[in-house]
């Protein structure tokens, strides 16, 4: 006779995970729309005004509203803009855990970086 300790490990019925991330669904990214641009301050120990961008996501007929950080310095989205965003938390920023992709869709790439290019969305100068 099995023990209960015993059915609740090796179940018949696999344990449903649910998805970390239910804003993008299983997908790496997801496309949203810009409702609104705002600034948020971090926790405690920082100090700044953070750009945030509350966006709509579409989602199997449903529409889901989320905050997404913008990186780096400046930004040109406005209101129904359309963007790329990925999984990726803002660890200063409470309740912010996806980040918009810079250089895809209607957002561009930081101007004149010169390091970690790839996350900002620039690409490499030519040599002359």
């Known amino acids: 006779m099995t023990r209960i ?3 609740l490990r090796n179940s018949r019925y696999p344990r449903i995970k649910k998805p970390k991330n239910v804003a993008l669904d299983g997908n790496p990214q997801r496309r949203a729309v810009c409702l609104k641009l705002t600034t948020m301050s971090p926790k405690k120990p920082n100090s700044a005004n953070r750009r945030i961008a509350k966006v709509a996501v579409l989602r199997m007929g449903k529409r889901i509203n989320l905050n997404v950080k913008i990186p780096g310095e400046g930004h040109n989205l406005q209101q129904h803009s359309t963007i790329l965003i990925r999984a990726g938390q803002a660890r200063d920023l409470i ?12 957002l561009l790439g930081v101007s004149n970086r010169k390091t970690s290019r790839s996350v900002y969305g ?7």
């Open 5 to 7: 300790s015993q059915i």
């Open 95 to 106: 309740g912010v855990s996806n980040v918009a992709m810079r250089g895809k869709l209607d």
């Open 122 to 128: 620039v690409k490499s100068q030519k040599l002359t």
